[in-house]
């Protein structure tokens, strides 16, 4: 699918979004298996710590649909510019509308425009190869299977060693 089924426009989050955003997070993973149940939690943490970097909504007509975030990451060679992705979260009822891939494409175009050198996330190997995510073994992420461990290059070379979240991620 290469865009969303009813028309959407994306912005950044703004003053006043937070409880939206807090709301449709916890409904989105609300019945997720894989999901530890703090993802809302989550990106209020990161806002409050100063490092929600990029923090877009999409909405419709009516009300905010779906939100995106990134998040700096270290990454143990001292490579700088990288960020994770992450949570992704879109209304239950609006997924599988393309939504979220659209956030994903936009949040992508934002993070190389504002010269982020990667980007990292912990998601289906299924669905993210889809945006030019690929587990690369010289990254690491300790804990979950490797395979679910992705990157995608936007500049320069792919750094070697061990990947670690903001603080909130604890």
């Known amino acids: 699918m290469t865009g969303p089924e009813h028309a959407i426009t994306i ?43 990029l923090s877009l909504v999409a909405e419709d007509a009516e009300r905010i649909v779906g939100h995106i975030a990134f998040s700096p990451v270290t990454i143990s060679d001292g490579a700088a510019g990288w960020f994770g992705l992450g949570p992704v979260s879109v ?22 425009a504002m010269g982020a050198r990667g980007i ?10 889809r945006f030019g995510f690929r587990h690369e073994p010289q990254l690491t992420y300790p804990g979950p299977p ?22 909130a991620f604890g």
């Not at 490797?146 to 603080?167: H, I, R, T, W």
């Open 11 to 53: 912005r950044p989050e703004a003053a006043g979004d937070e409880a939206m955003i807090h709301a449709l997070t916890e409904a989105a993973f609300r019945d997720m298996p894989f999901s530890d149940g703090d993802e809302h939690h989550l990106v209020d943490r990161l806002r409050a710590d100063g490092d929600l970097t």
């Open 91 to 112: 209304w239950p009822e609006f997924q599988k509308q393309g939504i979220g891939g659209t956030l994903i494409r936009r949040g992508i175009a934002d993070m190389r």
């Open 120 to 129: 990292v996330l912990l998601g289906s190997n299924e669905y993210y190869p």
């Open 146 to 167: 490797s395979e679910y461990f992705q990157c995608l290059l936007l500049q320069g070379d792919l750094p070697s060693g061990e990947v670690k979240y903001a603080p």
